[in-house]
């Protein structure tokens, strides 16, 4: 299974902009975890970027935002963790 991360937007002609971040297999049920927990507490998610130079050295950017996740289906979100954690199972 793929998971990716589509973010859109609209420009200032009304034409649809999207970028696709593809989300590692590793990192799927903690993905899941993080969404499920923001739904079920009902609070805002910081989104900020950092950049990282060659050296290790850790620089947080100055764009940053805030947003609600809003489930068009929890039951569908609930129904894709439990197929991760018997993928996650079947692979120990």
Do not use: Y
């Given at each position: 299974?793929k998971?990716?991360l589509?973010?859109r937007?609209?420009?200032?002609?009304?034409?649809?902009?999207?970028?696709?971040?593809?989300?590692?297999?590793?990192?799927?049920?903690?993905?899941?975890?993080?969404?499920?927990?923001?739904?079920?507490?009902?609070?805002?998610?910081?989104?900020?970027?950092?950049?990282?130079?060659?050296?290790?050295?850790?620089?947080?950017?100055?764009?940053?935002?805030?947003?609600?996740?809003?489930?068009?289906?929890?039951?569908?979100?609930?129904?894709?963790?439990?197929?991760?954690?018997?993928?996650?199972?079947?692979?120990?």
């Amino acid at each position: 299974m793929k998971l990716r991360l589509v973010l859109r937007t609209i420009t200032d002609k009304n034409k649809d902009v999207v970028i696709k971040f593809n989300i590692a297999p590793s990192q799927h049920l903690g993905f899941i975890n993080f969404i499920n927990l923001c739904l079920d507490q009902d609070n805002p998610v910081e989104f900020t970027f950092e950049k990282i130079s060659k050296s290790g050295k850790k620089e947080e950017s100055k764009i940053s935002g805030t947003f609600q996740f809003e489930a068009k289906d929890k039951k569908d979100l609930k129904e894709l963790k439990k197929e991760l954690e018997k993928k996650q199972d079947h692979k120990k």
